[in-house]
């Protein structure tokens, strides 16, 4: 089956939002994983589906529907799909949470799936609940909360990664020092990285003389120089979560002159996956996306699709044993490029042109 749709996004819970764009008006609709439509589009913007339910606008106003496109309630227009310090508003649930905004006072609270405020708007900025607990931020620092929206760890983080399997991204900077890692529920670093960020702008720069010694270490053991990099948001730039067991990191080249490779950590602080990569993303089904294609967990090719040379791919997580993939002649795509779906075998399953 090939659908024509302008766009189309990754499937969650079950459906995918796509794009129809015509002369007089471009609305928003939902297709399954063959490709059927779900959900005729009607709406003026849509998001992804969570736990049943996805955020859509009508009018100009956030509706909250279900599976079959029918609205469960309404809530006051905002901003679509708003931002946080350069970061998206993400208007999904997760645990029959999710953060929304006070449209008076612009601060965070969570509403339940009635769509009333069940732990009052309070945060600067909140997120979905992962593992039990729900990053927020109040006053520039992260900290998370349980379902009752009491702190478990207190907002002390500069930067901070919502919870994967017991493990969050941080950055925290006391008494004149800086420790980035992967923090557990109690707030504890449990796996910190070799280097700090004065450190790390030291060796990117050449000028690593008083770190040699750190890199004479690793020769001598089972880890090895990486770090962590978060946008002010909190956010890594390349999503460093634990998934499987393992993380994604940057792998800090002893040779200046050379980039930034990518390598995935496990989770006694070692390398999981042997090599380095100059692309690479978390895993999903099993499935993690690198400039050499789809590995296993075990670091083996599995689809071997390259995203460099003329013609690049522009991959996609797989999510209920699909993967989107993009067509595209530039790092820059536009919503024009032809796009598709690939099953875990590799093959185009359908696509849009």
């Known amino acids: 089956m090939k659908p024509q749709f302008y766009q189309c996004r990754s499937i969650s819970d079950g459906l995918a939002a796509f794009l129809v764009d015509n002369s007089k008006r471009s609305l928003w609709g939902y297709v399954d994983p063959h490709g059927n439509v779900a959900i005729p589009p009607s709406f003026e913007w849509a998001g992804d589906f969570s736990e049943g339910v996805a955020t859509a606008s009508v009018n100009k106003q ?13 809530k006051e227009p905002m901003r679509i799909p708003g931002t946080w310090q350069g970061g998206p508003v ?12 006070d449209p008076l006072t612009g601060k965070f609270g969570y509403i339940d799936r009635s769509g009333q405020f069940l732990i009052p708007p309070q945060f600067d900025a909140a997120y979905p609940f992962h593992d039990g607990l729900a990053r927020i931020a109040a006053a520039s620092r992260f900290g998370y909360i349980d379902s009752k929206g009491a702190f478990v760890i207190q907002p002390v983080f500069k930067k901070a990664t919502d919870f994967h399997e017991g493990f969050a991204a941080a950055v925290q900077e006391s008494r004149g020092q800086t420790v980035v890692g992967f923090i557990d529920n109690t707030g504890q670093f449990r796996i910190s990285s070799p280097f700090d960020p004065s450190e790390v702008y030291n060796i990117m720069n050449g000028n690593y003389d008083n770190e040699v010694s750190k890199f004479n270490s690793f020769a001598k053991s089972e880890t090895f120089p990486w770090i962590l990099l978060l946008q002010d948001d909190g956010n890594p730039a390349s999503p460093s979560r634990f998934v499987e067991g393992l993380a994604v990191v940057r792998n800090v080249p002893i040779d200046p002159s050379q980039c930034c490779t990518y390598a995935f950590l496990d989770r006694n602080g070692k390398r999981g996956i042997p090599g380095n990569f100059a692309d690479a993303e978390p895993f999903s089904e099993g499935l993690a996306i690198t ?5 296993n967990t075990a670091g083996q090719l599995v689809i071997p699709i390259s995203r460099v040379g003329n013609g690049p791919l522009r991959l996609h997580e797989f999510k209920h044993g699909l993967a989107r993939v993009e067509f595209t002649a530039s790092w820059f795509p536009d919503s024009n490029d032809p796009w598709g779906y690939i099953n875990r075998d590799g093959k185009l399953v359908w696509e849009s042109h």
């Open 90 to 101: 993400d208007l999904r649930f997760s645990g029959n949470l999710m953060a929304f905004p």
């Open 291 to 295: 400039d050499k294609g789809y590995i």
């Open 62 to 74: 956030i509706v909250f529907i279900d599976h079959a496109g029918k609205i469960l309630f309404k």
